[in-house]
């Protein structure tokens, strides 16, 4: 089991669309005997339609600050949660869940991103994607790489990357 600081009970899953946060969020919230939270679903529930459905009714800006502010609504109580790919576009969301959690980047490269995806026209992804995904994965992957605790490489096995995030959780917390 891993020891948690009292002050950062949580862990918070952040990478870029099919990098695993909520397949990989289950499995470490089984492991850590922790709730689990995905954002994407919580949103939803609260904007009442697909995210899709947002993001073409109301453009990206208005995603993203639905996105942010359904984060800020949380309750954090040391779950394990799954954000939303645009979760890092929002300061004040991310400084809300760091508060209180280990901020996990899962990073894959951009051609696995690809691969997972296959069809993302449904995804509601909030981004400019006029130009191809490449822009939104080099400019995201900074903001990853700005607000995680620490990385993992989320290329390999749901098990491994568990197994990793929960070692790294030991080592900083000992």
């Known amino acids: 089991m891993v020891a948690f600081d009292s002050g950062k009970n949580g862990v918070t899953l952040i990478g870029l669309p099919g990098s695993g946060k909520s397949t990989v969020g289950v499995q470490l919230?089984?492991?850590?005997?922790?709730?689990?939270?995905?954002?994407?679903i919580?949103?939803?529930?609260?904007?009442?339609?697909?995210?899709?459905t947002y993001l073409s009714e109301r453009?990206?800006?208005?995603?993203?600050?639905a996105e942010a502010d359904c984060i800020q609504q949380l309750t954090l109580?040391?779950?394990?949660?799954?954000t939303g790919g645009s979760a890092v576009y929002d300061d004040d969301a991310m400084k809300y869940l760091s508060n209180s959690?280990?901020?996990?980047?899962?990073?894959?490269?951009?051609?696995?991103?690809?691969?997972?995806?296959g069809d993302f026209s449904q995804r509601g992804?909030?981004?400019?994607?006029?130009?191809?995904?490449?822009?939104?994965?080099?400019?995201?992957?900074?903001?990853?790489l700005r607000y995680g605790t620490f990385s993992v490489d989320a290329m390999r096995s749901?098990?491994?990357?568990?197994?990793?995030?929960?070692?790294?959780?030991?080592?900083?917390?000992?």
Do not use: H, W
């Open 125 to 144: 992804i909030a981004a400019d994607l006029s130009s191809g995904l490449m822009p939104m994965f080099e400019e995201r992957r900074a903001l990853y």
């Open 59 to 65: 453009g990206i800006d208005a995603l993203r600050q």
């Open 158 to 174: 749901v098990s491994d990357v568990v197994n990793q995030i929960t070692n790294e959780l030991t080592i900083s917390n000992r």
């Open 42 to 52: 919580e949103l939803q529930t609260s904007i009442g339609c697909s995210l899709q």
């Open 29 to 40: 919230a089984k492991v850590l005997a922790r709730p689990f939270v995905d954002t994407d």
């Open 101 to 117: 959690s280990a901020i996990v980047f899962l990073e894959i490269d951009y051609e696995t991103m690809l691969e997972r995806l």
């Open 77 to 82: 109580c040391g779950q394990v949660i799954a």
